[in-house]
C-alpha cells in the first residue's frame, strides 16, 4: 500500500478499545439512546476525559456499519478534510470513491462539495464517527465543511463528533444544524463503582474509589493515573498551566530516567516510533533505549517495534520539545522533513521544511506535491505554501508557477494571470508550461483573453499540451474568428473549464444544450450559472431570478454573474434603479480583476439600459462608442456583435436608416460566419425593418426569414418577440404575405398581441377561457364579459367537446336539465347571442341544428390544458414527470366555473375534482421517489383533505415521517388512518398494518 495510502488508512481505522477498558454499561446505554433518536451527537468533555474510549465501546454494539476518522490539524485544509471524509464513508459506501476528486476539479465550493457527499451516501443506514474535532474548532472553512455535510446527510446516517471544545456551527449568526444533543463531562466521568473496577485493573486495589471520584471528580484520567494521591497536586502540577499535562509531567516523565524522558520528546515529531525512525531524526542507540521503554507504564501502544503514544501523551510531548533552543528545533524538524519526503509524505514533509527554515528544500518537495493541493483546491494551503518560498523560488519552479497562475484565475485576478504569463515568456519557459499540462496551457490562454490578447492566446494554443481544457479554450476561441469549431468542441469533461464551454455555448446561442443538465452532480453546479443565462434568454424571468438566489445564497456568484448577468436579470424584471445599482456595483468588481473582455460587455449592458429604459438614443450610443472604438474591442467579434446590434437599434429610433443598415448588416453577417446566434433574431429584425426603411423589400423578408430561423435554433421565441416588440410592423407585413393562419408567423402575432402588442394585418383571434377560480373570457388577452352568466357555461361546453361543437338538444341537456319548452330554448338564444357579440365575427356559428366554434379562431381553456398536460406526462417519467404534473395541478386553483350550475357543470366539476385527486396522488408518489418529501407530505396532504378516505396517502405520509427520522410522527399518522377510516367502521388494511411494523422495527 503507497505510504498516503497509510496516512489515510491510520485516519479511519476506529480507535480500538484498550484492553485495560472499563467496561460502562451506565454510560453506553445513554449514549446508544442518543445515537439511535438524533442524527448528530456532540461529546464534548476535557482532555483524558475518556471520550473516544466511550464512543469505542458503544458503537460496537449498536450493530451500524461504522465509519471513523480521527481528524488533526492537517484538516484545516478542507480539500484534504473531504478526501479523508471520502475515504472514512468509502469503507461502508464504495460509490463514493473518487467523488471529491471530479466534484473538486469541476471547481466547486467545498461546502458543496461536503453536502454532495453528504447525498451521495443514500439510504444506506451507517455510523459515522469524527474524534479530535477540536483540532477544527478554530478553523472557520473547515467547521463550515462538516456543517455543511451534516446539513445534507440523509436520515439513515448517524454522525458522533468528538471534541475537547464546544464546535459552532455558526454562518452569519445562524447555524445550519440543527440543536445538537451533547454527552458531556459529568456524564462521562467515572462512578465510585466504576473507578473501583479501573483502579483494580490498574493494579491500585489499595486506592479508595470514592475518595478517588471525590477529589479528581471523576475525571477517568486523574483517576487511572492516580495524580489525586500526589501531594503537589494542583492545576498548576509540574509546572504546566495545563492540569492534563501537570499529571502527566508529575505521574508519567517522573518514573523515567532524563534519558528516557529525552528518547520520547526528541521523537515526539514521530506520530508512530520505529528505531530506524528514531535514528533518521538523529537520536542514537534507538532500539535499546525503546527496549527499555517497554517495560514502563505509559499512555501509549506498541505494535511489535512500534510505538505510538496516546495523542494527548503525544501531544504534551511536543509541547515540551517546544521549549528547546530553537537551533535544536530547527534540527529536529528538518530531519523530519528529510524523512517525510523519503516516505513521500510530501506535504508533511514541506510543512516541517517550512517549520524549520529550510526553503529551498521545501520549495524541492513543493515542486513534487503543489498539484495535488491544487486538485483539492485546498487554495489557503497553496497560498501559504507560495508566499513563505516567494524568498527562492524561481523559474525551474514550473509547477509552483503554475499553482500560482491557477490561484490568480481562482480569485478572478486575470491581470495578475498575465503578468505572471509574461513573466514566464520573458524567461523563455511559457511554451514549456503550456507543453507540460493541457490545463496551464488553457488557464494562460484564458487570461489573455480576458487581456485582449489574441495573438499570445495562438501561441499558447500552438505550444499547448493536447487534453480537454485545451479543446475548451480552442472552442472558446469561436466567439472571437470565424474558425471551424473543433471536433471536440463543446463537450463537457467535469472538468473547470466545463463552465468555460458553457459560456461559448451561451454566446452561440445553444440554449437547449445549456438546460440540458449534465449528468453529474458536480457538473450541474460549475455550470448553473450559464443555465441561468439561458433561462433569461428564453424568457423564464421568474425561474432565472430563483436560480440566482439560490446561487448566491450558496457562494460567491463570480464577476461574470455578479457584473453582467444580474444587470441583466434586473433590466428583464423592470427593475431600472436596482439595474442601474448593479450595473456600477459589478464594474468595480469587473475592473479589479483586470478584465477588457468583461469592461466591454458591460458598457454593451449600459446601452441596453439606457434603450430599454430611456429611449436615451444618445448616451446608449456613447456606451457603445467606447466598445467599438477600444483598441480590442472589435477584436472580440461576440462582443462587436451586440455592441453593432444595439447600436443599429439606437440608429433606428433616430431615423438614422442608411446607417443603421449598413451596421446590422455587417453585425448579422459576421453572427452567421461564426455561428453565434445569441443576438441573430434581435439583429435580423431590426436588420429587416432597416431594409424595408430603404426600400429593399426582398432583403427584408430575407432578414425577418433569418430571425425566424435563428429563433427555431434557439428553441425559444423570446428574443424574437423582443425585437418584434420595438418593430411590430415587420411582422405585420410578413402576416400580409402569410395565405395559411397557422403559420409561424401567425403564431408569433398571437403571442404578440397576448403582450398588449397592437398588430396590423389579417390574425386568427385567440380566445382564453379561464376556468378555475373564477370565470374569465379572453379575446386576444383583453378580458371580455358576455352580459349573462349562461355565456360563459355555453362557451365551456363547447371548448371541452372534441368537435367543438353540439347540437342544440345536446346543450338543453346539458345547460338546462333537460327542460325543452319555449322558455328554454329562448333563453340559449339569448346566451348564444351575448357571446357572438363578445367574441370576433364569426367565431361561433348557428348551422342546421348544430352550434359550432369556428376553425379559424384558437380556443384555449384551463381544463383543456391540465388535462393536456396530465396526458403529456404519461410519456415522462422521474423529475419531469412531477414537474409536469405539478404544473398541471397549478392550473387547478380553485373551484371549476365557480358561481355557475347545470347538470353539465357538475357533472364536469366533480370529474375534474377526481381528475386532480389521482393526479396529486401521482405527484406525491413521484415527489418521495425523487426525494422530495416535504413536497411529497404536502400533496399527500391536500388529497386526504379532499378525499380522506386514501390509504394509500395515510402509507406515503408515514413512509415521508419514516425518511425524516420521525418514529412518533409514523405512529400518529397511523392513528390518524384508523380514525378517518373508522367512520366508515372499516380498519386499515393489512399492508397498512404491515407498513407500520416494518418502520417501526
Known amino acids: 500500500m503507497p505510504a498516503t495510502s497509510r496516512i489515510i488508512r491510520r485516519k479511519i481505522m476506529p480507535s480500538p478499545v484498550p484492553a485495560s477498558a472499563v467496561p460502562r454499561p451506565r454510560l453506553e446505554e445513554q449514549l446508544t439512546r442518543l445515537i439511535r433518536h438524533n442524527r448528530v451527537v456532540c461529546v464534548y ?83 459515522l464517527v469524527l474524534d479530535n474535532m477540536e483540532c477544527l474548532a478554530r478553523v472557520p472553512a473547515s467547521l463550515a465543511v462538516v456543517e455543511a455535510f451534516l446539513e445534507y446527510a440523509p436520515a439513515g446516517a448517524r454522525v458522533v463528533l468528538i471534541s475537547r471544545q464546544e464546535l459552532a456551527f455558526v454562518r452569519d449568526g445562524i447555524s445550519r444544524v440543527a440543536w445538537l444533543p451533547v454527552l458531556g463531562e459529568q456524564d462521562l466521568a467515572f462512578t465510585a463503582e466504576e473507578a473501583a473496577v479501573a483502579l483494580s485493573r490498574a493494579d491500585f486495589p489499595d486506592v479508595d474509589p470514592e475518595q478517588a471520584v471525590a477529589v479528581t471528580g471523576g475525571w477517568v484520567t486523574g483517576v487511572l493515573f492516580e495524580a489525586w494521591r500526589s501531594a503537589d497536586h494542583a492545576s498548576g502540577l509540574g509546572g504546566e498551566a495545563d492540569p492534563l499535562h501537570g499529571y502527566l509531567a508529575t505521574h508519567i516523565l517522573a518514573q523515567l530516567s532524563a534519558e528516557e524522558r529525552d528518547f520520547l520528546v526528541e521523537t515526539a515529531l514521530l506520530d508512530e516510533v520505529t528505531p530506524a525512525r528514531a535514528e533518521a531524526l538523529g537520536v542514537t ?28 501523551f503525544r501531544e504534551y510531548l511536543l509541547a515540551r520539545l517546544e521549549r528547546l533552543d530553537a537551533e535544536t528545533q530547527r534540527a529536529r524538524h528538518a530531519a523530519h522533513a528529510r524523512l517525510l519526503a523519503g516516505e513521500k509524505h510530501l506535504e508533511e514533509a514541506v510543512e516541517e521544511y517550512l517549520q524549520a527554515g529550510e526553503l529551498r528544500a521545501a520549495a524541492a518537495v513543493a515542486e513534487q506535491v503543489i498539484d495535488t493541493v491544487m486538485e483539492r483546491a485546498d487554495f489557503p494551503v497553496a497560498k501559504h505554501w507560495l508566499d513563505r518560498l516567494a524568498p527562492v523560488r524561481d523559474d525551474e519552479h514550473v509547477r509552483l508557477t503554475g499553482a500560482e497562475l491557477m490561484l490568480a484565475i481562482s480569485d478572478e485576478n486575470y491581470r495578475l494571470g498575465v503578468r505572471i504569463a509574461d513573466r514566464l515568456a520573458r524567461a523563455g519557459r511559457r511554451d514549456e508550461v503550456a507543453g507540460s499540462s493541457s490545463k496551464l496551457a488553457a488557464m494562460m490562454a484564458w487570461c489573455y483573453l480576458h487581456a485582449g490578447r489574441l495573438e499570445d492566446i495562438r501561441a499558447v494554443l500552438a505550444a499547448g499540451r493536447a487534453g480537454a481544457d485545451l479543446d475548451a479554450m480552442r472552442y472558446c476561441m469561436t466567439l472571437l474568428d470565424d474558425v471551424p469549431q473543433p471536433r471536440a468542441g463543446g463537450a463537457l469533461s467535469g472538468g473547470p473549464l466545463d463552465a468555460l464551454t458553457m459560456r461559448v455555448h451561451y454566446y452561440h446561442g445553444n440554449f437547449p444544450r445549456l438546460l440540458d443538465p449534465p449528468s453529474l452532480p458536480w457538473a450541474v453546479k460549475a455550470t448553473e450559472s450559464w443555465r441561468l443565462g439561458a433561462l433569461l434568454a428564453m424568457g423564464h424571468v421568474d425561474e432565472a431570478a430563483t436560480l440566482y438566489r439560490a446561487i448566491c445564497a450558496e457562494r460567491d456568484p463570480g464577476v461574470w454573474l455578479y457584473s453582467l448577468f444580474s444587470v441583466e ?51 446608449a450610443r456613447a456606451a457603445l462608442e467606447r466598445v467599438r472604438s477600444h483598441p480590442v474591442g472589435r477584436d472580440y467579434a461576440f462582443v462587436a456583435e451586440q455592441a453593432a446590434t444595439w447600436l443599429g437599434l439606437a440608429q433606428l429610433l433616430d431615423g438614422d436608416d442608411r446607417a443603421a443598415t449598413e451596421c446590422l448588416r455587417e453585425a448579422v453577417s459576421s453572427m452567421q460566419r461564426g455561428h453565434r446566434i445569441l443576438s441573430l433574431p434581435a439583429a435580423a429584425i431590426y436588420l429587416a425593418e432597416a431594409e424595408w426603411r430603404t426600400g429593399d423589400e426582398e432583403r427584408s423578408d430575407r432578414a425577418s426569414d433569418l430571425a425566424l430561423a435563428a429563433a427555431e435554433r434557439q428553441g425559444s421565441n423570446h428574443l424574437l418577440l423582443e425585437a418584434l416588440t420595438s418593430f411590430p410592423l415587420v411582422l405585420s407585413r410578413r402576416l ?32 382564453r377561457l379561464t376556468e378555475f377560480g373564477r370565470v374569465a373570457i379572453h379575446v386576444n388577452g383583453r378580458e371580455v364579459r358576455p352580459r349573462i352568466k349562461k355565456s360563459y357555461e355555453l362557451l365551456a361546453y363547447l371548448a371541452a367537446r372534441r368537435q367543438r361543437e353540439a347540437t342544440k338538444e345536446e346543450l338543453v341537456d346539458a345547460l338546462f336539465a333537460g327542460r325543452h319548452d319555449d322558455s328554454t330554448g329562448a333563453y340559449l338564444r339569448q346566451a348564444l347571442r351575448k357571446l357572438r357579440e363578445v367574441l370576433p365575427e364569426d367565431s361561433v356559428r348557428a348551422e342546421g341544428g348544430l352550434i359550432r366554434l369556428s376553425e379559424h379562431v384558437v380556443v384555449g381553456s384551463d381544463s383543456g390544458r391540465l388535462q393536456c398536460l396530465i396526458s403529456q406526462a404519461a410519456d415522462l417519467r422521474g423529475a419531469d414527470r412531477l414537474a409536469t404534473l405539478s404544473s398541471a395541478l397549478s392550473i387547478a386553483s380553485g373551484e371549476y366555473l365557480p358561481d355557475l350550475s347545470s347538470p353539465w357543470v357538475e357533472h364536469r366539476r366533480e370529474q375534474l375534482a377526481v381528475l386532480c385527486v389521482d393526479t396529486r396522488c401521482e405527484a406525491a408518489e413521484l415527489a418521495f421517489a425523487t426525494g422530495d418529501f416535504s413536497r411529497a407530505n404536502t400533496l399527500a396532504e391536500e388529497v386526504l383533505t379532499e378525499d380522506p378516505f386514501r390509504e394509500s396517502m395515510w402509507r406515503l405520509k408515514m413512509r415521508v415521517a419514516d425518511a425524516l427520522g420521525d418514529t412518533d410522527r409514523v405512529i400518529a399518522t397511523y392513528r390518524g388512518c384508523e380514525q378517518a377510516l373508522g367512520q366508515l367502521g372499516t380498519r386499515p388494511a393489512s399492508s397498512t398494518r404491515r407498513l407500520l411494523d416494518d418502520l417501526r422495527r
Open 569 to 619: 436579470l434586473l433590466r428583464r424584471l423592470g427593475e431600472p434603479d436596482q439595474a442601474w445599482r448593479a450595473l456600477l456595483k459589478g464594474r468595480e468588481r469587473l475592473r479589479a480583476s483586470g478584465s477588457v473582455m468583461l469592461e466591454l460587455l458591460s458598457y454593451v449592458e449600459e446601452a441596453a439600459l439606457e434603450l430599454r429604459f430611456n429611449r436615451d438614443t444618445t448616451s
Open 45 to 127: 468533555a476535557t482532555a483524558g476525559a475518556g471520550k473516544t474510549t466511550a464512543v469505542a465501546q458503544t458503537v460496537r454494539g449498536l450493530g451500524l456499519p461504522l465509519c471513523w476518522l480521527s481528524v488533526d490539524t492537517t484538516e484545516a485544509a478542507t480539500g484534504r478534510l473531504l478526501t479523508y471524509l471520502e475515504a472514512a464513508l468509502a469503507v461502508h459506501v464504495p460509490s463514493v470513491a473518487g467523488l471529491i476528486r471530479k466534484a473538486l476539479a469541476a471547481g466547486l465550493a467545498h461546502t458543496e462539495v461536503a453536502g454532495m457527499l453528504a447525498e451521495a451516501i443514500g439510504d444506506r443506514e451507517l455510523l
Open 285 to 312: 542507540d534507538a532500539a535499546a533505549r525503546m527496549h527499555r521503554l517497554r517495560h514502563k507504564r505509559l499512555p501509549a501502544a506498541w505494535d511489535g517495534l512500534a510505538l505510538r503514544c496516546h495523542p494527548r
Open 736 to 767: 400580409d404575405a402569410e395565405p395559411d393562419a397557422d403559420s409561424p408567423w401567425h403564431e408569433l402575432g398571437r403571442a404578440l398581441m397576448s403582450r398588449g402588442v397592437a398588430l396590423a394585418g389579417p390574425l386568427a383571434p385567440t380566445i
